[in-house]
């Protein structure tokens, strides 16, 4: 991890911790963790709060495409470093609440969402609203892939069940600093075009 990027990421948490959830950067392990389903194959990706980007460049070492991304990120600073970082990406300064009012796409066309939000300090309602917007732009069959610290699902059972959705755990690892559980979290099988929208 570059010096840079760990005192980058102190400094906003030092501004914001409830927002940011951690005091570093996550690590390549977790990164490889969180993005080793996700290929060229893929298609367009979703990512929310990139921050200083490990996620976004495991995606590209596992053949994502540049411009097939997608990266949601409030923090003006980590924007414009993003922006400077990954030229070809789509970068969209907003918080990521937003997407349930206004999508980024004009159909479900992404093939995976990756998030680096800490769900575990956003409050039930937002984390519903947030987990609308993406699956407004999932197509069937895609999943939203969330990191946690600990080995508790960062998603209240009850915000799922009211979205059916459901959370799979995928694996965990201790290589990353704190260690943490990656989840898949996608619509329950039958219940694909279901539009949250519309409700």
């Known amino acids: ?3 840079n990027d760990a005192l980058s ?3 906003a948490w030092t501004l914001a911790p409830f927002r940011m959830g951690s005091v ?6 977790l990164a490889a963790l969180m993005t080793r389903e996700i290929g060229p194959e893929t298609g367009p990706v979703l990512e929310l709060g990139p921050g200083t980007g490990p996620f976004t460049r495991a995606l590209l070492q596992r053949g994502v495409r540049e411009s097939d991304l997608t990266l949601v990120e409030s923090d003006p600073d980590f924007a414009a470093l993003l922006a400077r970082r990954f030229p070809g990406a789509r970068i969209v300064e907003m918080d990521a609440v937003g997407l349930r009012h206004l999508p980024l796409f004009d159909e ?3 093939g995976a969402a990756v998030s680096g939000l800490p769900f575990r ?3 039930p309602r ?3 609203a947030i987990l609308e917007g993406v699956f407004a732009s ?3 069959g895609a999943a939203l892939y969330q990191f946690t610290f600990g080995r508790r699902c960062p998603f209240e059972q009850t915000v799922l069940d009211r979205l059916d959705l459901e959370a799979v755990r995928i694996g965990s690892t201790l290589r990353n600093f704190p260690p943490a559980t990656v989840y898949r979290v ?3 099988k039958g219940l694909d075009t279901y539009d949250w929208r519309f409700a």
């Open 186 to 188: 996608s619509r329950i």
């Open 121 to 123: 300090l956003i409050s």
């Open 126 to 128: 937002k984390s519903s």
């Open 24 to 29: 570093t950067p996550s690590g390549p392990s």
């Open 9 to 11: 990421f102190l400094k």
């Open 1 to 3: 991890m570059p010096a």
């Open 138 to 140: 999932l197509r069937p």
């Open 108 to 110: 479900p066309v992404v």
